[in-house]
């Protein structure tokens, strides 16, 4: 099944993404770093767009002792090399966020198990850690879009997992019970 099939499914069918714990670990692995990718997209925009913005953010500085206009001198500087910072920045950005995606889903997977248990689907953590994977995609999509439009949750983080348990939950009870 194409990846872009697989993300329409996860955002709106539990039962697809029940279904979806059959697939390959490779393809789930691909999926999720191109769910993150495309989360990354509106997040670098916002992060170019304040960086090249108008307004002289270093005045913001002088509070902490810092000169403005050294500030601007050591900038001029950097002219030459910001594409390739640029660069270095959203990599370690999106290399960060695919691990906290990873990190979580493998935890996820782990307290899914006695989820699993208590509702007689029998799930082996390999089933488990799929299935987490594409339970992350309605709040990574929804995170995102909340963070383009600058709406700040507190507690956005917490908030973000315990989404991703409940749609797990709800996956696994959509898995049909061993006879």
């Not at 993150?36 to 913001?60: G, H």
């Not at 370690?92 to 493998?106: P, R």
């Not at 383009?148 to 409940?166: K, T």
Request: hydrophobic share 55%; net charge positive; aromatic share 16%.
């Amino acid at each position: 099944m194409k990846l872009h099939i697989r993300f329409a499914k996860s955002l709106w069918s539990f039962k697809s993404i029940a279904s979806f714990r059959f697939l390959g670990v490779g393809s789930t692995i691909m999926y999720v770093l191109l769910l993150t990718l495309l989360c990354m997209i509106p997040v670098f925009s916002l992060f170019l767009a304040s960086l090249l913005s108008k307004n002289n953010p270093l005045n913001n500085f002088e509070s902490f002792g810092l000169n403005p206009d050294q500030m601007q001198n050591f900038a001029s500087t950097l002219d030459g090399i910001f594409p390739i910072i640029i660069a270095v920045i959203y990599v370690v950005m999106y290399v960060l966020f695919s691990g906290i995606l990873f990190s979580g889903a493998s935890i996820l997977a782990v307290l899914a198990i006695p989820v699993a248990k208590l509702l007689k689907r029998r799930q082996s953590y390999r089933h488990l850690w799929v299935l987490s994977c594409y339970s992350i995609t309605i709040p990574s999509i929804l995170l995102t879009a909340l963070f383009f439009v600058n709406v700040h949750i507190p507690y956005s983080f917490l908030w973000f997992w315990m989404l991703a348990f409940l749609i797990c939950v709800i996956s696994i009870t959509k898995i049909p019970r061993k006879k």
